[in-house]
């Protein structure tokens, strides 16, 4: 409901002191308090009913007003019981930090305000749960919600994946609105339309996997009543996304044994295939896999079934060893693709990634014969992109004709002490004497042994740089001119650079 329809309630017989023009606020819930800064108590929306207790001067007005500013309160209520009436600098506290004040009559009380709002407010929402509880999909619940906004509406996902909708969503709209869903409810201006974005409330999905609603206006402003639907929205959809992710886990649990059989030898390829097509894969097409670890086993399938959704593409994902594996079944031409559209993706899951937390491997395009050399070259691709530097790493099958995948296949022991051997002692030299041994050692090899070029680079006489390679070769006791060390040198450093 907003601040505008209880002021119009006779029953309630509010005062309104200031704030004439921002009637049209949503009113989320009520907060009762005679707490002089009750921020830390309130999440944004709420009709705060104060009886003024904690009110001794114009110094305790400012403060409680801009903690109820601060904490985007939908406006304030004062009591009459008290002071008689509400203080003229409280009023003007309100005005000069854009808080709608009311005054709340002797004879109402906080609690017969409170039911108000509670009753008025729930309306919306029942009639969506009622459905939902009768069975109804996501389709229908959104032409339930589109009904009653007079508008298009969508849910969406992080990855870019449209959900459900009750029209076609433009790719750019899409592309923006995904960019826009950081800070949640928020309105959003696109191309002379207005969407309001709120969020699906969940505390079990990875941030990147998570869904929102976008209502889509024909103009430049939305009335409250409108946003607070939209978030009434938001909540329903939890209610069905519970239902979409027991439905994913069923499958998953089937899909996950035959994988991990399937690696273990107990299964052909060609069983396999049989009980990916009792989920709905289609039979005998090519496909590809994908390996997948962001967090543990659960986040990892979770994230990666919303990333395998945002495809298009027909797909199966489960919990797989130390992270997810996915099947995806197409035409060549579509299969080829995908490595493209997982870059896109990922790019737009990004922002919601902490450092270094999402890698992903992708095989080459293999016929069902060849599903376990599929997910095994899936899982090395992962093991390369988790050696390179950024939050969201990707690595494909052609890519293991390098050395990299020798390093990303080592045990993480053998790789560190591998480093340790060739390079700790130049590193513990470097440290005590502030040298630059381990740095000239790297721009040497990179510049493949070239003295002029490395010296360049390094800014230092070309006799300095030979004084410098004796010196590496002294403590390492390895000589720069033979092929082999050098080679063993660039993998240590390599290996350096993967754990900097």
């Known amino acids: 409901m907003l601040?505008?329809?209880?002021?119009?309630?006779?029953?309630?017989?509010?005062?309104?002191?200031?704030?004439?023009e921002l009637l049209d606020r949503p009113v989320r819930g009520v907060y009762i308090t005679d707490l002089?800064?009750?921020?830390?108590?309130?999440?944004?929306?709420?009709?705060?009913?104060?009886?003024?207790?904690?009110?001794?001067?114009?110094?305790?007005?400012?403060?409680?007003?801009?903690?109820?500013?601060?904490a985007g309160v939908a406006g304030l209520a004062t009591g009459t019981a008290r002071l008689g009436s509400a203080p003229p600098d409280l009023v003007e506290a309100c005005a000069r930090h854009g808080v709608p004040a009311f005054e709340v009559p002797l004879a109402v009380s906080f609690n017969t305000l409170a039911e108000r709002v509670q009753r008025r407010g729930a309306a919306p929402r029942r009639e969506l749960v009622s459905?939902?509880?009768?069975?109804?999909?996501?389709?229908?619940?959104?032409?339930?919600?589109?009904?009653?906004?007079?508008?298009?509406?969508?849910v969406l996902s992080r990855t870019g994946w449209v959900v459900g909708g009750t029209a076609d969503l433009p790719e750019d709209d899409l592309d923006e609105l995904v960019g826009h869903a950081d800070r949640l409810p928020r309105t959003v201006h696109l191309h002379e339309r207005s969407y309001v974005l709120c969020p699906v409330e969940s505390d079990t999905e990875p941030a990147a996997a998570r869904w929102f609603v976008a209502v889509r206006g024909a103009g430049e402003e939305w009335s409250g009543e409108e946003e607070a639907l939209a978030a009434d929205l938001g909540t329903v959809v939890a209610l069905l996304r519970a239902r979409v992710d027991e439905a994913r886990q069923i499958a998953g649990r089937s899909v996950e044994s035959a994988l991990g059989r399937l690696l273990d030898g107990a299964l052909t390829p060609a069983e396999v295939a049989v009980r990916l097509e009792t989920v709905g894969l289609p039979p005998g097409e090519p496909l590809r896999a994908v390996a997948l670890q962001a967090g543990d086993r659960a986040a990892s399938t979770t994230l990666l079934r919303e990333i395998a959704a945002a495809t298009g593409l027909a797909s199966v994902s489960a919990p797989l060893r130390d992270g997810a594996s996915a099947v995806f079944v197409d035409d060549e031409s579509h299969l080829l693709a995908?490595?493209?559209?997982?870059?896109?993706?990922?790019?737009?899951?990004?922002?919601?990634?902490?450092?270094?937390?999402?890698?992903?491997?992708?095989?080459?395009?293999?016929?069902?014969?060849?599903?376990r050399g599929a997910l095994e070259e899936a899982g090395y691709a992962r093991r390369l992109a988790e050696q390179r530097r950024g939050r969201a790493g990707l690595a494909t099958g052609a890519e293991l004709a390098s050395h990299e995948v020798l390093l990303a296949s080592a045990p993480d022991e053998l790789r560190r002490?591998?480093?340790?051997?060739?390079?700790?002692?130049?590193?513990?030299?470097?440290?005590?004497?502030?040298?630059?041994?381990?740095?000239?050692?790297?721009?040497?090899?990179?510049?493949?042994?070239?003295?002029?070029?490395?010296?360049?680079?390094l800014h230092v006489h070309v006799n300095t740089l030979r004084y410098r390679i004796r010196r590496i070769e002294e403590i390492t006791g390895r000589d720069l001119g033979d092929f082999a060390s050098r080679v063993d040198f660039f993998l240590a450093l390599e290996l350096d650079r993967g754990a900097d």
């Open 338 to 371: 995908l490595e493209e559209q997982l870059r896109r993706i990922l790019a737009r899951v990004e922002p919601w990634l902490p450092e270094r937390s999402l890698t992903v491997g992708l095989s080459d395009v293999s016929a069902v014969a060849g599903l």
């Open 36 to 70: 002089l800064d009750p921020r830390r108590y309130l999440g944004g929306g709420e009709l705060v009913l104060s009886g003024l207790v904690w009110h001794g001067g114009p110094e305790d007005s400012e403060r409680f007003v801009s903690a109820l500013a601060d």
């Open 3 to 20: 601040l505008r329809d209880l002021l119009a309630d006779p029953e309630l017989g509010l005062v309104l002191l200031t704030g004439e």
């Open 131 to 154: 459905a939902v509880a009768a069975g109804a999909d996501l389709e229908r619940v959104l032409r339930m919600a589109a009904r009653e906004f007079g508008a298009d509406c969508w």
């Open 417 to 457: 002490s591998y480093r340790d051997r060739l390079l700790s002692r130049l590193a513990d030299y470097d440290r005590v004497h502030q040298s630059d041994l381990v740095r000239t050692l790297r721009v040497f090899l990179e510049t493949s042994g070239s003295w002029s070029r490395c010296a360049k680079q």
